[in-house]
């Protein structure tokens, strides 16, 4: 028997043997390694810190000619082999390469930089954030399962759960999700998933993360959170409960507004179903995206101090502006949700919202003067963006519908960017002394 093939064995807790490869499956002591990952993919030591983390982790160390970075494997398939012949059989293709929608090296690099961030034994990346919501929620529920979420949900999330979880078989509860007795409140006999944002969008709330961790263990419930805002730098969810982490990578993971990509994380056993999910449905991620977004992510930490810095500046000069009626962002006074403080020690990202006075016709006015940030869509890139939800992201809701959930007339969603603090705040002053007059666009 080969080494890989002693090692295979060993890792899915089986005897060698004849049998060995038709068992696995009904083993209940069949084990799970890290990964997926070649040996050539670095594994970084326990203990260092996340820039190193982002820097290294998951490189492929090109045992040919010494490449410092990871090499682009732009192919769709793979030549079989004694170990590939030996995966279909033991039930580990997704260890192996075969094809590039099964598993890349590109794939593994990023993935193990990402899973090393979070804390996670695995992750899978795909072809954007929705395709990671839809294949998680999907993999970890059955038909005649339960989900409860929040009315505070990113758009597209919203519209997957309402519109099209009851056409697969799974109920869905909104719930407030500040509101830990509202969201205890909402649980049935077949609940089975709690999924929520750990700062939502527009208005930043923060959820009872801590709560949330030790109801799931309690009851044996799987929580998943999408933690695009802050990213792993600022707040790793597995440690305070969550099983699986989502990103829209297309934010500040990847960091320059040129890529999209989506990410779960968590233990193997859960990203092993979100993969066999992702076979069937689709949404990969291709190597060259992986390449790019392996090269974004060793900057994150770096953005990410940036981002935070210049937020905090922002929101603290506009607290004080006589035309700003109220600043969305957990380092104001009056914030509503002070438990953010007992897991994110580093900040809170770098978004923040804040209401104009004069409404929505101010709130275009502004726009029109300002010169530095982008009037776009999106957010988490080295370049600052402003966008107003009433017209974008809410658009679909009526005027009362978007004031019940509180986003009122004249609201601003800013994503800081890494430019110069004293730029922005000296921009955004100017645009609000001219947004008095004029006609918006």
């Not at 799931?216 to 933690?227: G, H, I």
């Not at 509180?406 to 705040?425: C, K, M, Q, Y």
């Amino acid at each position: 028997m080969s080494s890989d093939k002693k090692n295979l064995t060993k890792a899915i807790g089986e005897t060698p043997g004849a049998e060995a490869k038709n068992r696995w499956s009904n083993n209940l002591k069949r084990g799970r390694v890290p990964g997926p990952r070649l040996k050539e993919h670095k594994v970084v030591a326990d203990g260092v810190g996340p820039g190193t983390q982002c820097v290294h982790a998951g490189t492929y160390q090109d045992p040919r000619i010494g490449a410092v970075t990871t090499p682009l494997f732009q192919s769709t398939t793979f030549q079989f082999s004694d170990h590939s012949y030996d995966s279909f059989s033991m039930g580990t293709t997704r260890d192996v390469p075969i094809y590039t929608r099964y598993g890349n090296p590109n794939q593994w690099s990023v993935q193990e930089k990402i899973a090393t961030l979070e804390g996670a034994a695995s992750a899978v990346v795909f072809s954007s954030g929705m395709a990671a919501i839809y294949n998680a929620l999907v993999a970890l529920t059955n038909r005649g399962g339960h989900v409860i979420s929040a009315v505070d949900l990113y758009g597209g999330s919203y519209s997957f759960l309402k519109e099209d979880m009851h056409q697969l078989g799974r109920e869905v509860s909104f719930v407030e999700p500040t509101d830990f007795k509202a969201i205890e409140g909402a649980l049935q006999d077949n609940t089975q998933v709690l999924f929520f944002e750990t700062l939502t969008n527009p208005l930043l709330k923060a959820v009872p993360l801590i709560e949330l961790g030790q109801l799931a263990r309690r009851l044996d419930l799987l929580l998943v959170v999408d933690n695009t805002f802050l990213s792993p730098i600022l707040l790793r969810p597995i440690d305070y409960g969550a099983h699986v982490v989502i990103h829209s990578c297309t934010k500040y993971l990847n960091g320059h507004s040129d890529l999209m990509a989506g990410v779960a994380a968590g233990p193997r056993k859960y990203m092993d179903r979100i993969w066999a999910q992702m076979l069937k449905h689709g949404g990969h991620l291709e190597p060259i995206s992986c390449f790019l977004l392996e090269r974004g992510l060793k900057t994150l930490e770096l953005r990410i101090h940036r981002q935070v810095e210049n937020a905090n500046a922002l929101a603290g000069f506009l607290t004080k502006h006589p035309k700003i009626r109220r600043v969305y962002h957990p380092s104001v006074a009056g914030y509503e949700y002070p438990w953010v403080n007992e897991y994110c020690k580093e900040g809170y990202g770098g978004m923040l919202s804040f209401e104009i006075e004069g409404g929505d016709e101010a709130a275009l006015r502004f726009l029109d003067h300002l010169t530095v940030p982008a009037v776009a869509t999106s957010l988490g890139g080295v370049e600052s963006l402003v966008s107003l939800p009433f017209n974008t992201s809410h658009s679909v809701l009526t005027e009362a519908q978007r004031t019940r959930i509180g986003i009122n007339p004249g609201l601003v969603r800013f994503s800081a960017g890494i430019e110069n603090t004293a730029d922005l705040v000296k921009d955004l002053a100017l645009a609000l002394d001219a947004s008095d007059t004029g006609s918006p666009r």
